[in-house]
Nanobody, 118 residues
Framework: VQLVESGGGMVQPGGSLRLSCVASGFTFSNYDMSWVRQGPGKGPEWVSTINPGDGSTYYADSVKGRFTISRDNAKNTLYLQMTSLEPDDTALYYC????????????WGQGTPVTVSS
């Protein structure tokens, strides 16, 4: 199993970024996929999850209305469109398979950094 994130970078407040996570080594379309972030000096924070079947999506209150999670099962790719970025969104963003708040994920990517600063 491999999860490889990309798309992070530095952006000004109010800006946008799109993160991608390419999955391999398993049947991507069978699994919940999530984004989890960890800001400097903070613990992991769940951001969003998308279900494999009906594509139902779930968001943390802190990002609701600003971030959009999506997936392309044909490309084995998970996305996170981030808009109206704020300095508090600064974090290392991880792609995670089968994430649970009490169990964590069974597989993680290496993370892609997002810095929001003027």
């Amino acid at each position: 199993v491999q999860l490889v994130e990309s798309g992070g970078g530095m952006v000004q407040p109010g800006g946008s970024l799109r993160l991608s996570c390419v999955a391999s080594g398993f049947t991507f379309s069978n699994y919940d996929m999530s984004w989890v972030r960890q800001g400097p000096g903070k613990g992991p924070e769940w951001v969003s999850t998308i279900n494999p079947g009906d594509g139902s999506t779930y968001y943390a209150d802190s990002v609701k209305g600003r971030f959009t999670i999506s997936r392309d099962n044909a490309k084995n790719t998970l996305y996170l469109q981030m808009t109206s970025l704020e300095p508090d969104d600064t974090a290392l963003y991880y792609c995670a398979r089968a994430y649970g708040s009490s169990t964590g994920a069974d597989y993680w990517g290496q993370g892609t950094p997002v810095t929001v600063s003027s």
